[in-house]
């Protein structure tokens, strides 16, 4: 399971996990980061093509695969930014920065896998300064009853092949669990199949 875990799954995310629609929406909101960031459960490094450097000093790029952190690095020497980004090889839970050490945070397609999401998201809020933001980008529960049913039958898949990830999370109501407020926010699917894959929402939330 370790190597599955560490090697295989982390190619399929990296083929698999940003065709066009996901790359158009991220193209979008990741540019609107600012300051000192960070970034939970980087993946294999696909947003940091997307970060202004004019606005951005520094990213923390939080991640707990080793093979994930691997794929970054080749892809932060791959695109030769001029942009300090430091790896934390550390789960969401237990995010190794002080209160209040960053202005944004972005999370895209994490909130999924994260075990203990609730604990996570309210980390989150802890190291946000006042005034900052999160920026996220997830997928999760449809609002179609007929959807939903699919998403309760393919859960037990997504989580054995995709490295924990539910298809029945409500992350708006996560987020405002935490003690977020959303400040905008647009919903969809990504495809029109599977629709039980492809329910997102994307947009901005801030520390109440």
């Known amino acids: 399971m370790r190597f599955y875990r560490h ?8 083929l698999l996990g940003n065709p066009k629609p996901i790359r158009e ?3 979008q909101i990741i540019p609107k980061a600012q300051g000192t960031v960070l970034e939970i459960g980087v993946g294999p490094g696909v947003n940091f093509a997307h970060y202004n450097r004019a606005r951005v000093n520094k990213v923390y790029a939080l991640e707990p695969n080793p093979g994930m952190l ?5 892809e932060r ?8 980004i430091e790896f934390l090889e550390f789960p969401g839970e237990r995010i190794p920065l002080s209160d209040h050490a960053v202005d944004t945070v972005v999370s ?14 309210q980390g989150l809020r802890r190291v946000l300064r006042p005034g900052g933001k999160l920026i996220f980008f997830e997928h999760g529960i449809s609002p179609d009853l007929e959807i939903q049913r699919w998403q309760h039958r393919l859960e037990p898949i997504g989580r054995r092949v995709f490295g924990g990830c539910h298809l029945t999370r409500d992350i708006p109501a996560l987020l405002a669990e ?9 919903t969809g699917y990504l495809a029109e199949f599977p629709k039980a894959w492809t329910h997102c929402w994307w947009g901005e939330a801030t520390p109440q």
């Open 108 to 121: 895209t397609f994490t909130f999924c896998t994260i075990p203990a999401v609730a604990e996570a998201i």
């Open 178 to 186: 935490a003690g977020f407020r959303i400040q905008q926010m647009e």
């Open 77 to 84: 020497h791959k695109l030769n930014l001029n942009l300090d």
């Open 25 to 27: 929406i991220r193209q």
């Open 7 to 14: 090697h295989i799954y982390t190619h399929l995310v990296s």
């Open 70 to 74: 691997r794929l970054a690095e080749k």
